[in-house]
Structure formats: structure tokens, C-alpha cells
């Protein structure tokens, strides 16, 4: 069963926010493969699976194809019962598909990211002066071919035959194996030499899984879901199928057998994929719309199925919702991670990439193609602007949520800033911004890759949101002061996922007992912002720990001439005695001195506290993604540091002032005199060398009271 998120007594599905009563939860006793949601009482009867999706009889198969686009379809429907008539038809099929392989235009094609529905012709010419590309192309598709391969980095050298139940010794890899991705440099290869042996190899790799495909366990898996037939694995999988058959299924490499029960396993796929799509609810995450593009590539690609306008017109549908509904009023995307936002953009320009390269003939349906294309290419525009201007001076995005440091968003912003002549994408607009609906906060010094940097996180919950709010990170001078965990080297299916990555205590924030805040319960309230020349300002407040702890938490950020912040964090607390941890995780190395800490390494950051008696200095290490940064390597231990202390309980607040000063070698902050007849402000002076500043918070803003 899924997991359910608990409000007010009630389990709320966390895709779509409906209310779950028990009743309407899954049927544990349903086997996985027949369940269409991992949150909704929806699934396929086993015999309808069994002979529509499943195990196809050639009859059933044969008829599914229009005698009116394919000959052979009503010969092998009449004739599939015996023996011959079944081989005729599979010989007719083979044939079918080879005369038009040429003229294809396939989903992906290694080497041309983001260039969906190339020709073969358009293809070679993309690489026809790019040697180097060509032949790591070549070198990918050949270390298949020797079945040495895997998921990501896992890879593993198999013998003869490939164990398709092999789960790389981490939770959840066998998902990821199992969408088949490692096999696109085999269809690429094919269309660049058009050398039997990829093809044969193909075919060959297709055969072992299509054998073992029943005898894949899911003992070793993180979702509670069929390994094979689940809703994100048929629907990244499809495409890669679909292409192979488009291409290389109808060369002689392939026996015909083995030609349709690839044609066979793309029909089952879609029929499951559009039960999963027509009957869940609306549900504002990828999955759905990877569904779509599959739904819509298999409508568009294979006119010969009788379904396949049925798929089209759902594809369409679904498409058209998720571009009106995901998108914030600022422009953000709702998952609210780098990652997944660069992932859904990507299924969105392919699918308009589809409507235009596969034109909808219907004059309704033409014009709704065109409708689809103009809201995908307005709502990528300002999602772009958003993460345009959310880019670290390094030009990578903040690894905030369920994202990798090294991710393909920098390189999405470049190809669509020459696509669109938007500068702007690879260069912000200005220096700082706010995206009150996204949750997100910028803050820089000046657009160089040396600027001082800081992003501020205070986004509501999301899918893939980790357990971290009005958190942050920043740069300076070139490099990484404080950093998101991002992603370990598994995934999800690491074993310190949950424990660190996800967790509140490997972020910079304030932590109450080192524990996770009831993350999709915090509505952050009273967010404020200011921007002007000299000084930044954000404030906002969580609630997140109220329900386990009795505690509201506000944080104040003060960027005080564009040189260094004061964060300021003031708490209310009902209980005494409660840990408090104000965390910074930083690829520097930090050591304590009297009010705070110091960096030893980089480009050097002091972290004062006002009133640092007050406060344990704890330090230690923890894993981060690094991915990108100079220097570093994709995942070591990092420095933490933390002021931590006590609540004394009640209904007066308590507070705490750090300075985050990058490049300082000393710097210092102090507490001056309350404003009379002003209790509720905090005045707070800030010696950075030979600069001064002095500064008022009051909840909703700050101002400089020197010159």
C-alpha cells in the first residue's frame, strides 16, 4: 500500500490531497501488477490483465491492427489460431515495419539531449561533426552489446544470458534497471551504422527479459510496487520499445517471433498505462505526464493500432491539464526541485516536439494540438525565468529538495536561451528575487561567479520535498560556503536517504531535538521581503514542529551590503529543555574560536553568534552531493557545525543572531539597546573589518541605522 499523509485525523493521498478512507485505500490483497495507484482503490481484474496486457493470444494480436494502415493485420486475425497463419502474419509484420524504418522519427537518441523526434538522416547529421560524441555513442552501445551495463554508475558485467532480477546491492536499483535506458545507445548505434550486430543485440537482450520478466522479485525494492509492471517503469520503458521496434524490428537480425512479442508487450504496456491514466485522479507530479508522452508517442508513432487514437485524445487531455495546473503564479513548477523540473520541461517540449512532427489530422484535434504546444512553450518560458534567475554563480541550480548537484538544468537554460534569444537564461536579470508561490528566495551581491550567494528555501510540502524549511545555501568567492545535501550515490534506494539526505538535520536550518519537522504540515505564514542597494530581506515563520514539540520558529535573513548576512531566528517554545541546533553543513573546514567558528580551508567564512557564551559549538561530518563543484568529487563527507542550546520554555521568545560573513577573516556581532517604546526589535551591530553596520529586525522588515 502507499503512504498516506495524516491531517486532522484523516489520510490524505499526497498526490492529489483527497481524503482516503479506509474503504477506498488499496486492496493489499490485489497483487501489485493490477494496481493502477499506490493510494486509490483502483485496479485491473486479473483477467483482463492476463489477456489483454499481459500474455496477448496472436488472434487478440493481430486484430488489434488496422487492416486499414496494415495489410497483414486481417490475414493474421484470421489466421493466428494455427501455426502458419500466426508466422505469416509475424513475416508480414516484420516486413511492414522495415519499409518504413528508414523515414521513423525516434524518441531518444543518445548524444542529442533534448532534441526529441529526429530522423535518422537529422541524427547522423547532428553528429556528423562531432567525432568525439559519435564514438562514446559506439563505445556505450558496444560495452551493452558485451552485456556490461546497469543503472547509472551501478553497472555489471553478466555473462551469456543477462539475470534481470540482478539488484546491484542497493534498494530500488532494480526499478531503474528495468526502465531500460541503458539500452538506448543501442537503438542510437543502429541509426548511426545501421550495423546488424545492435540490432541483433537488441533483440537478443529483449528475449532474455521477455523470458525472465515474471521471475523479477521486488524483495530488494523501495516502492511498493511491481518491479515490471508499475506505472513510472512501463512508462519510461515504452518509448525505448516502441523505438526499437520502429527501427530495428524489421531487419533480419531479428527473427519475426521475436518481432511481435516486442509489438505484443508495447500494445500490453499501453493499455495498462491508459487504465492508469483515464481512471486515477488527477495527481500533480511526473509521473502522469511521463504516462502522457508515452501515451502519446505510441498513438502518434503507431497509427496501425486500432487504440491508437484513443491513446492520443487521453495523452492530449492529460498534457493540456498538467501545463494549465502544475505551474505556481510565479512560474515555478510545483515538485520544486531542479531535477524533476528539468525532467517535466524535457516531457513537455518533446510533447510539443510531437504534435509538431506528428500532426493531428482532425481539424478539433489539430486545433488543440496547437492550443497544447502554445500554453507548453509559455509555462516552460516562465519556469525557465524563475530558475534563471535562482542559479548559483557558478551557473549550476541549488541542490534543494530530490536533486543531484550535477543535473542537466544549467545546460536546458542555455539550449533554450538560444531557442528563445533569452539572454537572461544564462545571465539573471538581477540581483536578487522572491517567488512567493514557489517558496523560494535569491539573494546575490553582483553577477559575477565570485558574487556572494545566498538561496533561501521556504517552499510548502511537495512530492519529492525533503525535510527542511527556511533553510538555505550560499557562495562566495567562487565556491560552495554552504551546501543542500542533494541526492546520495543510489538514490533513493540508499541506505542514508532518509536518515541524512532527506533529513531536517542535513540541512541549514534550525532543528528542534535533531528531529524532522512535520514537513507537509508546515504552511509557512507572514513571508516578508525587501530588496534595495544595500540591503536584502526576508523573514518567514514554520509551524512544522508545533504538533511533536510546542514549537513555532520565525528566521530573519539580512543581506547587509551585499557583503555578509544575519540570520536571525527567534523561537517560541511551550517547553522547557528542548535541543535546539542552528546547522551549517559546509565543504570548507571550520574551527571553533570564542564566538563561533572559522573556516581553515577555501575562500573563508567566519560564523559569529551574538552572545556566543550563550550557545555548545558542536561539529562533525556527513555525506553531500558535490557533484559539479570545483575541485570536489561527487560525494564526500563535509563539515557540520552548530550552535545549539536549551529552551527555558514559556510564552516569551528566545533568539539567536549569526553572522554568516564569506572572505571574512575576523568579523564580529554584538547586541546594542532595544529602541525605547520598540520591545519586539533587535538591534544588533556588525564589525567586518574595517565596515560597520548597524541594524534594526523587527518581524516584517530591517533597515540600516548607519550610513
Not at 521581503?529 to 504538533?547: M, N, Q, R, V
Not at 565543504?587 to 567564512?605: H, K, Q, R, Y
Amino acid at each position: 500500500m502507499g503512504w498516506f499523509l495524516k491531517k486532522e485525523g484523516h489520510d490524505y493521498c499526497p498526490l492529489c490531497w483527497v481524503a482516503v478512507p479506509d474503504e477506498e485505500k488499496p486492496d493489499t490483497s490485489i497483487p501489485n501488477r493490477l494496481r493502477l495507484s499506490g493510494n486509490h482503490r483502483l485496479s485491473i481484474a486479473p483477467e483482463d490483465f492476463q489477456a489483454r496486457m499481459h500474455s496477448i493470444s496472436e488472434s487478440d494480436l493481430w486484430d488489434a491492427l488496422d487492416p486499414g494502415v496494415f495489410r497483414g493485420a486481417r490475414a493474421g486475425a484470421a489466421g493466428a489460431a494455427g501455426a502458419a497463419g500466426a508466422a505469416g502474419a509475424a513475416r508480414a509484420w516484420q516486413e511492414h515495419l522495415g519499409s518504413r524504418a528508414r523515414s521513423v522519427r525516434l524518441y531518444a537518441l543518445t548524444g542529442m539531449p533534448g532534441r526529441a523526434f529526429l530522423t535518422i538522416d537529422e541524427y547522423r547529421f547532428g553528429l556528423h561533426e562531432r567525432a568525439d560524441v559519435r564514438g562514446d555513442v559506439l563505445r556505450q552501445a558496444d560495452a551493452v552489446a558485451r552485456h556490461d551495463f546497469g543503472y547509472n554508475e551501478f553497472t555489471h558485467r553478466f555473462g551469456p544470458v543477462v539475470d534481470f532480477n540482478h539488484d546491484f546491492g542497493h534498494r530500488g536499483m532494480k526499478y531503474g534497471f528495468h526502465y531500460w535506458l541503458w539500452a538506448v545507445p543501442l537503438v542510437s548505434a543502429y541509426a548511426l551504422e545501421s550495423d546488424a550486430r545492435y540490432s541483433a543485440a537488441f533483440a537478443e537482450l529483449f528475449s532474455q527479459w521477455y523470458a525472465q520478466r515474471d521471475t523479477v522479485s521486488d524483495a530488494l525494492a523501495n516502492l511498493d510496487a511491481d518491479v515490471i509492471w508499475y506505472e513510472l517503469g512501463i512508462a519510461v520503458r515504452t518509448p525505448v520499445f516502441i523505438d526499437a521496434l520502429r527501427l530495428m524490428a524489421g531487419s533480419s537480425a531479428w527473427q519475426p517471433a521475436a518481432s511481435a512479442d516486442l509489438l505484443r508487450t508495447v500494445l500490453g504496456h499501453c493499455r495498462w498505462l491508459y487504465e492508469c491514466s483515464s481512471r486515477n485522479p488527477f495527481h500533480a507530479y511526473n509521473w502522469p505526464i511521463q504516462v502522457a508522452a508515452t501515451l502519446g508517442y505510441a498513438g502518434s508513432a503507431l497509427p496501425e493500432l486500432k487504440e491508437a487514437s484513443l491513446w492520443r485524445e487521453q495523452a492530449d487531455a492529460v498534457m493540456a491539464e498538467h501545463a494549465r495546473r502544475d505551474f505556481q503564479p510565479d512560474g515555478g513548477y510545483q515538485e520544486r526541485t531542479p531535477n524533476y523540473t528539468r525532467y517535466v520541461l524535457g516531457l513537455f517540449s518533446a510533447y510539443a516536439r510531437l504534435l509538431e512532427t506528428h500532426p493531428r489530422v482532425a481539424p478539433t484535434a489539430a486545433v488543440k494540438a496547437g492550443e497544447i504546444i502554445g500554453a507548453i512553450g509559455a509555462a516552460t518560458e516562465r519556469c525557465l525565468d524563475v530558475w534563471a534567475e535562482l542559479a548559483t554563480p557558478l551557473g549550476m541550480p541549488p541542490a534543494v529538495n530530490d536533486t543531484g548537484r550535477r543535473n542537466e538544468m544549467e545546460q536546458l537554460l542555455a539550449d533554450d536561451a538560444r531557442e528563445l534569444g533569452r539572454a537572461d537564461f544564462t545571465r539573471p536579470a538581477r540581483l536578487s528575487g522572491f517567488f512567493p508561490s514557489t517558496g523560494f528566495a535569491v539573494m546575490r551581491s553582483d553577477l559575477s561567479a565570485a558574487a556572494r550567494y545566498l538561496f533561501f528555501n521556504f517552499a510548502p510540502w511537495a512530492v519529492h520535498t525533503h525535510n527542511d524549511i527556511l533553510s538555505f545555501e550560499c557562495f562566495a568567492g567562487g565556491a560552495a560556503i554552504a551546501v543542500d545535501p542533494g541526492l546520495p550515490a543510489a538514490g533513493y534506494g540508499d541506505d542514508v536517504y532518509a536518515g541524512w539526505y532527506q533529513a531536517a538535520r542535513g540541512h541549514n536550518m534550525l532543528c528542534v531535538e535533531e528531529a524532522d519537522p512535520a514537513r507537509h504540515l508546515v504552511e509557512v505564514s507572514d513571508a516578508r521581503w525587501h530588496t534595495g542597494p544595500d540591503l536584502d530581506f526576508i523573514a518567514a515563520t514554520h509551524h512544522g514542529y508545533e504538533e511533536s514539540f510546542g514549537v513555532r520558529h520565525r528566521r530573519h535573513i539580512v543581506f547587509l551590503g551585499r557583503a555578509c548576512w544575519v540570520i536571525y531566528d527567534r523561537v517560541w517554545s511551550e517547553k522547557p529543555g528542548l535541543r535546539l541546533d542552528w546547522f551549517f553543513h559546509s565543504p570548507l573546514s571550520f574551527v571553533a574560536n570564542a564566538d563561533g567558528w572559522s573556516s581553515s580551508s577555501g575562500p573563508g567564512c567566519v560564523l559569529a553568534a551574538a552572545d556566543a557564551p550563550r550557545y555548545e559549538k558542536r561539529n562533525g561530518k556527513g555525506p553531500a552531493d558535490l557533484g559539479g563543484l570545483p575541485g570536489e568529487p561527487v560525494h564526500r563527507d563535509i563539515d557540520w557545525v552548530s550552535f545549539r542550546w536549551m529552551t527555558r520554555g514559556g510564552p516569551e521568545p528566545e533568539d539567536i543572531a549569526v553572522l554568516v560573513a564569506p572572505g571574512a577573516q575576523s568579523a564580529s556581532i554584538r547586541r546594542l539597546p532595544a529602541r525605547p517604546g520598540d520591545a519586539d526589535s533587535v538591534r544588533l551591530r556588525v564589525e567586518l573589518g574595517a565596515k560597520l553596520f548597524e541594524v534594526c529586525l523587527r518581524a516584517d522588515g530591517a533597515e540600516k541605522e548607519n550610513a
